[in-house]
């Protein structure tokens, strides 16, 4: 059967993920509005389940709520962790199939050995140990069958619900929102693509020391198995407990596996969850998934530098022009006070110019707060509609930080940051880009900011 996008494999999706989701949600209403006492251990054992099962996005929405603390119980966390790395497999008859329709009836000749278990599962795809001709350790990862309808039956529910909760709450316009998930899901089920941007990592991150890229293997990939170099690491939280120097050394290594690429070269990983790195013995840091990249034209990176050297000289002027290099519309004053209230919070670390955690709570100043009030004065102005790229850029701000505060890394990160942008030139930014995309083989995007992104905000 054809994995491309059918109206009977949404159809099935629909009927999947409604009879797994309607009972756990019966469950919660029972414990709501009728009393009736729910176990969180086994009900989160149950979500897990369900959503492993379920496979595709449903699976990657519970996989970066399980990154972010305090943000879900922790009975919760410590089922839906797994889910990164450890979700339900698919079988041996699958695995087979899958790898004979990829590289033909004669696929385990083309290895020295092929193990049959799964070593990791996940939302699309799940992956097997293997050992090339050569003697090379090697992961292949498996595409799922009917993900490409999985996706565009979940996108059409995320839509609804998007709709649904706008009506009741017009702070954010989720149009744009949504066409960026979409377009950004779409990619990952192109292997061929995700390779392109592992060859993209790989050069670009080919003189950072202690970081490692797979390397993709050509002849043993096609666009539902992307075949590997084995990178061998323990999961990134194992050393949370280990001594400081220890915990800022991996997050110093994180900071620059994430901010190298997009100010030196305007590409981001958009997938931050703890599934898609480990650290090998000798400290190394792998990171190991690059279906979601976002690479963006050098003009939105200045826009990211100019925000901060608004907030820094306190030059709304300066703050104004980084805003539309985005693709804002026109903002009203108020709007942008707002806006840069939202953008001190985010900046804060960067501005501080001490060693210090990546989040430090204080009186009105920690997150919830500043996320309530924020949203507030947007619903209160009329709402506004953020850029398409800012979907991805959150993502992994969020991500990332999250890391840095389960390994409670306390570093200068002001210093870690003018390290990147003091010598940054817009036009140098650009021809890096052009390079690296070349030698990876990757389609250079238009260069032009994302679209949908009128403001609803009262001009200027």
């Given amino acids: 059967m054809s994995d491309e996008d059918n109206l009977a494999g949404r159809v099935r999706r629909y009927a999947r993920v409604g009879t797994a989701m309607g009972g756990l949600a019966a469950r919660l209403a029972g414990e709501r509005y009728l009393g009736i006492a ?46 990164q790395a450890n979700a339900p497999a698919m079988g041996w008859p699958f695995v087979r199939r899958r790898m004979a329709g990829e590289l033909g009836d004669d696929w385990q000749s083309r290895f020295a050995s092929f193990e049959r278990e799964a070593a990791r599962a996940a939302s699309l795809g799940q992956v097997h140990r293997a050992i090339a001709l050569d003697g090379t350790p090697l992961a292949c990862k498996l595409q799922y069958p009917d993900m490409a309808s999985a996706v ?8 609804l619900a998007m709709s649904l909760y ?23 089920l192109d292997y061929a693509r995700e390779a392109a941007h592992m060859r993209l990592y790989r050069e670009i991150l080919k003189d950072e020391p202690g970081v490692a890229v797979p390397r993709p293997i050509a002849e043993l990939s096609t666009r539902r198995l992307l075949t590997m170099t ?35 070269y305007g590409v981001i990983h958009g997938d931050p969850h ?19 990249v976002r690479i963006f034209p050098a003009s939105f990176v200045k826009g990211v530098i100019d925000l901060y050297h608004a907030l820094e000289r306190d030059d709304r002027d300066l703050a104004v022009h980084a805003y539309r ?15 840069n209230r939202w953008a001190r919070f985010v900046y804060g670390p960067l501005l501080d110019d001490r060693a210090r955690m990546i989040q430090e709570k204080s009186p009105g100043n920690d997150g919830g707060t500043v996320v309530d009030s924020v949203h507030r004065d947007l619903r209160r102005l009329g709402g506004i509609t953020p850029p398409r790229a800012f979907v991805f850029m959150d993502r992994a701000a969020v991500g990332l930080g999250s890391v840095f505060l389960h390994l409670k890394a306390k570093i200068n990160w002001h210093r870690l940051f003018h390290e990147l942008i003091d010598d940054f030139d817009e036009a140098t930014l650009a021809r890096r880009q052009r390079a690296a995309l070349r030698r990876a083989g990757v389609p250079r995007p238009e260069d032009a900011p994302a679209t949908g992104t009128k403001s609803r905000s009262r001009a200027l």
Wanted: with cysteine; proline share 4%.
């Fill in 38 to 83: 729910v176990d969180r251990e086994r009900h989160a054992a149950d979500l897990k389940a369900a959503l492993g099962g379920i496979k595709g996005p449903l699976m990657k929405v519970a996989q970066l709520l399980a990154t972010i603390p305090e943000a879900l119980p922790e009975e919760y966390v410590r089922e839906l962790i797994q889910l």
């Fill in 152 to 159: 565009e039956a979940d996108l059409r529910q995320l839509r």
């Fill in 166 to 188: 706008e009506r009741y709450d017009r702070a954010v316009s989720t149009a744009a929102i949504h066409a960026e998930i979409a377009e950004r899901l779409r990619e990952e």
């Fill in 230 to 264: 084995w990178l061998d690491g323990g999961p990134i939280l194992d050393i949370a407990k280990a001594p400081l120097e220890r915990r800022n050394e991996a997050a110093l290594r994180m900071f620059r596996i994430w901010y190298v690429p997009f100010y030196y």
């Fill in 274 to 292: 703890l599934g898609n790195y480990t650290v090998a013995q000798d400290r190394t840091v792998n990171l190991l998934d690059f279906g979601c």
């Fill in 325 to 339: 290099s985005w693709g804002f519309g026109e903002l009203s004053h108020e709007m942008i006070a707002v806006l």
